[in-house]
């Protein structure tokens, strides 16, 4: 078996679409930066590439090549997938935690954990998935996401 783990950030910015998991959710503010911004598919990415020991996100897809600008996030947990089954492995399961102050992920959680389970070909109760507020942390204007992962060896 192995275990990988990944984590994320962006900055919110007005008036840009709101991903996360492959879901667009309704909010005045997207998440900025690299690709379309998706802060908890990013560290998902990096979770099942850590798990096999590959390069990470930034490294496969890099932030400065034009090409990733806008680009759906689910690009990159697929090669994320299909290098962890290359290497020969199979998920068992996901989880994550998410660190925003707004909107509400609950609302959410079933379609998120519904998008990210047909992402990567698993149960929907085999993602994990927690919403939590930046309590104390001065990170308002930013979302976090932590995953890990676990995988076996497939048969
Ligand atoms: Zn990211």
Redesign the pocket.
Known sequence: MRIGYGW???EFKAGIPLRIGGVTLPHSHGLG???D???LL??LTDALLGAVAAPD?GTLFPPSDAKWKGAD?AVFLREALARASAAGYSIINVDSTLILAAPKIGPHAAAIRESVAKLLNIPSNCVGLKAKTPEGMGTDNAAIAHAVVLLREKP
């Open positions: 994320d950030s962006h930066g690299h690709s911004g998706d802060v990013h560290a996100i996030s």
